[in-house]
């Protein structure tokens, strides 16, 4: 498709290119006849554009040399008629200004998730964002995911993420974080390399194979490292070992669902209620959502906060429960402007 696409664009440039030199040799041929620069000009002009002469040529000479040049101009417009129509109907045309579209599209996108590689784990994640209503965009070359994507409506960056020109044109430098889902974890190491070269401070998760690769990518930069064999395994184990655990953990931590998930919230300078203990804000009674864990400034985590533990700047709460408890949670948090004492 892409060469279909190269011959038709060359084939219209061949043919302005064409009705240039015409245009230039009328130009030069009509000078000759005694005609000044811009009097050439108009005759050429007007002579290819077919649109008929005010004044009739005054020598024979002059005269073969215009039906020559209508002649040319005949040729050359039917000649650019063709390629413009084997333009449109290549689809040169509209795929530029589905490109343009989709490039407007991709430079609207703020605190976006990217994901580079759309396999079967990359498309697991893509439908995580949908179901969440989270914006992301996909970074894959390969036909089975262009296909995919289409398939699904995703907004699609088409290249290898290993590329760093790749990763601006998905907007590395407004993104929230990175999903490198590769089938390769050479290209999962490179992705993380370069993601974190272009943001330093942007989430990367990535996949690994094996503890190896893990291993090489944690030292590359990823915040997290996901391991589908291993983990596979862990979830069959606890299936079988913890049954009701795992069915309590696969209730909660689906996204889409009507009963319990997990939501983490920040504690910003903006709050009311920084500095205030989670028994003084009696989250319980007011949202009906449970705060289960915070993970504090440092990065310590207390997984059993007490009631009497103060939420302070930079805290990050995980709470659980329903859908509308979790929104009066995030509410509760929502940074508002302090009213004047």
């Given at each position: 498709m892409k060469n279909l696409k190269s011959v038709g664009l060359r084939r219209f440039e061949l043919a302005i290119l064409a009705l240039l030199a015409v245009l230039g040799v009328g130009t030069v041929g009509f000078h000759g006849f005694g005609e000044g620069w811009i009097a050439a000009f108009y005759r050429s002009l007007v002579a290819i554009s077919l649109s008929g002469f005010d004044s009739a040529p005054d020598t024979n000479a002059e005269r073969i040399f215009t039906i020559v040049m209508i002649l040319f101009g005949v040729a050359i417009f039917l000649y650019v008629a063709g390629a413009i129509a084997e333009a449109i109907a290549r689809g040169l045309v509209t795929g530029a200004w589905q490109e343009r579209r989709k490039r407007l599209t991709i430079e609207a996108m703020t605190n976006h998730f990217i994901?580079?590689?759309?396999?079967?784990?990359?498309?697991?994640?893509?439908?995580?964002?949908?179901?969440?209503?989270?914006?992301?965009?996909?970074?894959?070359?390969?036909q089975d995911a262009l296909e995919a994507a289409k398939?699904?409506?995703?907004?699609?960056?088409?290249?290898?993420?290993?590329?760093?020109?790749?990763?601006?044109?998905?907007?590395?430098?407004?993104?929230?974080?990175?999903?490198?889902?590769?089938?390769?974890?050479?290209?999962?190491?490179?992705?993380?390399?370069?993601?974190?070269?272009?943001?330093?401070?942007?989430?990367?998760?990535?996949?690994?194979?094996?503890?190896?690769?893990?291993?090489?990518?944690?030292?590359?930069?990823?915040?997290?490292?996901?391991?589908?064999?291993?983990?596979?395994?862990?979830?069959?184990?606890?299936?079988?070992?913890?049954?009701?655990?795992?069915?309590?953990?696969?209730?909660?931590?689906?996204?889409?669902?009507?009963?319990?998930?997990?939501?983490?919230?920040?504690?910003?300078?903006?709050?009311?209620?920084?500095?205030?203990?989670?028994?003084?804000?009696?989250?319980?009674?007011?949202?009906?959502?449970?705060?289960?864990?915070?993970?504090?400034?440092?990065?310590?985590?207390?997984?059993?906060?007490?009631?009497?533990?103060?939420?302070?700047?930079?805290?990050?709460?995980?709470?659980?429960?329903?859908?509308?408890e979790l929104r009066a949670l995030e509410e509760l948090f929502t940074p508002k402007e302090r009213e004047p004492r």
């Open positions: 994901i580079c590689g759309y396999g079967r784990v990359g498309r697991r994640a893509a439908r995580e964002f949908r179901e969440s209503g989270e914006p992301y965009l996909i970074v894959d070359f390969h398939r699904n409506g995703d907004v699609l960056v088409e290249g290898s993420g290993t590329e760093d020109a790749n990763l601006i044109a998905a907007g590395i430098e407004r993104a929230r974080g990175l999903v490198a889902s590769a089938d390769s974890d050479v290209d999962n190491l490179y992705i993380t390399l370069s993601a974190r070269a272009a943001r330093p401070d942007i989430l990367i998760v990535a996949r690994a194979s094996d503890d190896d690769a893990a291993k090489k990518l944690r030292m590359a930069g990823a915040d997290r490292i996901v391991q589908p064999y291993s983990t596979a395994g862990r979830e069959m184990a606890k299936l079988v070992l913890k049954p009701q655990v795992a069915a309590y953990l696969d209730v909660a931590s689906t996204t889409g669902s009507d009963e319990l998930q997990f939501e983490e919230i920040v504690v910003t300078a903006g709050c009311l209620h920084v500095g205030e203990t989670i028994g003084a804000l009696r989250v319980r009674d007011t949202t009906g959502a449970l705060i289960i864990a915070v993970r504090k400034a440092d990065g310590s985590f207390d997984t059993a906060p007490s009631r009497s533990l103060p939420l302070e700047e930079g805290d990050i709460i995980i709470g659980v429960g329903k859908p509308a």
